[in-house]
């Protein structure tokens, strides 16, 4: 039996790069709006969790005036394919008339916590 006769064994599927997970950061004025965004984040599985930070002292132009104020910082990890919805859910429930959401990237993390984030959101 020659090589070319031996039955072929099937390729091995191509390893799934992991998906694109991101830190998402919004502040808001109140311990109670920022645990009711980071509540309403993960029971809609938007994220699979967020911490909420604070007081935290805000320094900020806003309409050409310096201001200062005492802010809470929720920080919640989600996919980048669920970030749309996520950036939609918090505009919607945020307090502010233009609130602060900005995304990072996660460059590198233990694969393992990476993974559990992926399979949280994806569950929803």
């Known amino acids: ?3 070319a006769d031996r039955p072929q064994e099937p390729a091995p599927e191509p390893e799934r790069a992991p998906e694109p997970v991101l830190t998402v950061l919004t502040t808001v004025d109140s311990a109670e ?3 009711g965004l980071a ?10 969790c967020a911490q909420v930070s ?3 002292t805000s ?5 050409g005036e310096v201001e200062t104020a005492r802010e ?4 919640l990890k989600t996919t980048a394919a669920a970030y749309p919805a996520l950036e ?5 429930e945020h307090p502010y008339d233009t609130p602060e959401i900005i995304a990072t990237p996660v460059v590198r993390g233990s694969a393992g916590y990476l993974a559990w ?3 949280e959101v994806a569950a929803g």
Not at 88 to 92: D, G, N
């Open 39 to 48: 509540r309403s984040a993960v029971d809609s599985r938007l994220a699979a």
């Open 33 to 35: 709006a920022a645990a």
């Open 1 to 3: 039996m020659t090589s």
């Open 72 to 75: 809470w910082q929720v920080l």
């Open 54 to 56: 604070g007081p935290v």
């Open 59 to 63: 320094v900020y132009r806003w309409k």
């Open 117 to 119: 984030v992926a399979a």
């Open 88 to 92: 939609a859910r918090l505009a919607a």
